[in-house]
Structure formats: C-alpha cells, structure tokens
C-alpha cells in the first residue's frame, strides 16, 4: 500500500527556536481548532514553552515521507479519499509514536514531539474538557506546530521534503509526518533513522 523513507536533519534548537518558529502566527492557527485548549497534547500549556525547548541543546528533525502505490491511490478517491488518509497517518504514528517515546527512555532528559496531536483518545471524550488529568500521560507528547513552529518551512528547508495534500477526492503522491527529537546528547542520523524504522 505504501511505503516509508525516513530522513533527519540536526539543528541546534537556538538555530531551529530563531528561524523556524513564529508563535505569533502559528499559535493563532492552533486557536481556531477545536482541539486547542480541549486536548491535552495541545496548547495552550501549564509550563512555560521556551523552558519546555531550551532545556535540550540539539534538535533533530525527522521526516517520515509516505509514499503511496499508485493503485492505492487510484482505488480510493472521493469519500474514501479522507478516510484512507486517516487510517495510513494514524497506523503510521502508532508504530513512530511508540519508537520516539522509547528513545526518550534510552536518553534521559531527551524530549519527543509528535507529529500531530494525540491519537489515544477520541477528540470529544479528552479528560482536559473535564478538567481531569490526561489519562495517559506517559503515552502523550506535543508536536512541533503545537510550539508554534513552521512545520512546512521545517520540511522543505531542513528536510527537503515539499509536503503534498489530498486535493479533489485524489490522494497525493505521499504525505509527509514531521517529528521532533530534542536532546543535549550527540546522536548519529542513522541511529535515528534505524530507530523510528518500523521492523517488518
């Protein structure tokens, strides 16, 4: 149905903080979603954001290309264009999710940033609307847009990737997920690529 190539750019996170994210604007665009302030893997947040980035000295980027046979996406136009689109996304973050939060158990004090908001609950049961605490926490993490970065420019300047969307009913060629890993260690590219890698 598809497959996924992984690619990783390093950046130091002053460097990333200084051209990459505008708050201002994008944090604005998080406002006028329903999941802000309403899902607890999105802002706003109970900690300070800038204290949340700079804690760790090197960012590295990661950008997971999902690339689509060319029957799939043939077969699945009109209305099951959207639904197709969000059944490979989620089964894909399932299995990258689970390698980021476990890299930041090999590497204490190492940040994991998702990408996109959270997956575990549905967007109306989220504890946050209550008032409760996230009944997953350790399971959870937010994305880089959720600090205000600019995921497109992220991917085509750092990661040379031009991100493509479904259009018309049509699936794109590939859809392009962009992760975070925050860290004050010294990690090698294809350690990174050979962790996030989904083992057959």
Not at 22 to 49: H, L, M, Q
Not at 155 to 168: A, T, Y
Request: proline share 6%; net charge positive.
């Amino acid at each position: 149905m598809y497959r996924i190539r992984h690619t990783v750019a390093e950046i130091k996170v002053d460097d990333y903080i200084r051209n990459y994210r505008d708050v201002k604007k994008f944090i604005a665009c998080c406002r006028e979603c329903n999941r802000y302030g309403t899902c607890w893997a999105c802002p706003p947040f109970s900690f300070d954001p800038d204290k949340y980035l700079t804690s760790c000295k090197t960012a590295y980027i990661i950008g997971s290309k999902i690339i689509l046979n060319p029957d799939l996406i043939k077969n699945n136009t009109g209305e099951l264009c959207t639904k197709t689109s969000y059944e490979i996304i989620k089964k894909v973050r399932l299995n990258l999710d689970a390698r980021l939060l476990n890299l930041e158990k090999q590497h204490p004090g190492s940040k994991a940033f998702f990408a996109g908001t959270c997956h575990i609950c549905q967007p109306e049961n989220c504890t946050r609307i209550k008032g409760k605490p996230c009944i997953a926490p350790d399971k959870i993490r937010p994305s880089l847009e959720a600090f205000g970065f600019d995921i497109g420019k992220t991917s085509s300047q750092l990661l040379n990737i031009e991100m493509k969307w479904s259009s018309q009913g049509i699936l794109p060629e590939y859809f392009t997920l962009v992760s975070g890993f925050f860290t004050s260690e010294k990690i090698s590219q294809p350690y990174l690529i050979s962790s996030v890698t989904e083992q057959s």
